[in-house]
């Protein structure tokens, strides 16, 4: 036989077995019976309430149920048969990121370079929506701005490692 038609036979047998049941293979399963997913319905799902559902996620766990109602949103039926909102709950286990430091205030110079990167270009487009004067000179001065508002936050951007780093920069495990 070639591999192909190996191959070949085995998809016709897995073909030919797809609706069989499966072997009852209890004995050698890596999982607690408790976490086999079977088809009883839930308690008071009986009736086609509003909690009714196709049971195809449900768990023979009654504590795994109450969690999953609670996350839900949703509480026991009140004497008026509404149902009550419930807080959602929430793991203890979650990591709570610290608070941010505070941003560094900017100096004089930064300061002057972000108003000349934005307000060369800023000044031309009211210059031209509300027809306020564009000789020349005014036209050459905004984009020189914006030119060195660029070039001043380049220079100062810096692309060496931090003078406090020490001759290893890399992460630490």
Do not use: C
Request: proline fraction near 10%; aromatic fraction near 8%; hydrophobic fraction near 40%.
């Amino acid at each position: 036989m070639t591999p192909q038609s190996d191959e070949d036979e085995v998809w016709r047998q897995i073909v030919a077995s797809f609706n069989e049941k499966a072997e009852d293979a209890s004995a050698d399963q890596p999982w607690p019976d408790r976490e086999n997913v079977t088809e009883e319905p839930r308690p008071g799902a009986a009736n086609g309430s509003a909690g009714a559902h196709d049971g195809a996620d449900d768990d023979r766990d009654g504590a795994r149920d109450t969690a999953r109602d609670d996350d839900a949103g949703e509480g026991p039926d009140e004497a008026d048969g509404r149902t009550a909102p419930v807080a959602v709950s929430e793991d203890d286990d979650h990591y709570v990121p610290p608070p941010p430091p505070p941003l560094p205030q900017a100096d004089a110079i930064t300061r002057a370079s972000w108003l000349a990167l934005f307000g060369g270009p800023a000044y031309l487009l009211l210059a031209a929506l509300l027809d306020w004067p564009r000789d020349g000179w005014i036209v050459f001065a905004a984009v020189a701005a914006f030119i060195a508002g660029f070039v001043v936050l380049v220079v100062r951007m810096g692309d060496g490692p931090p003078t406090d780093s020490g001759w290893d920069d890399g992460a630490v495990v």
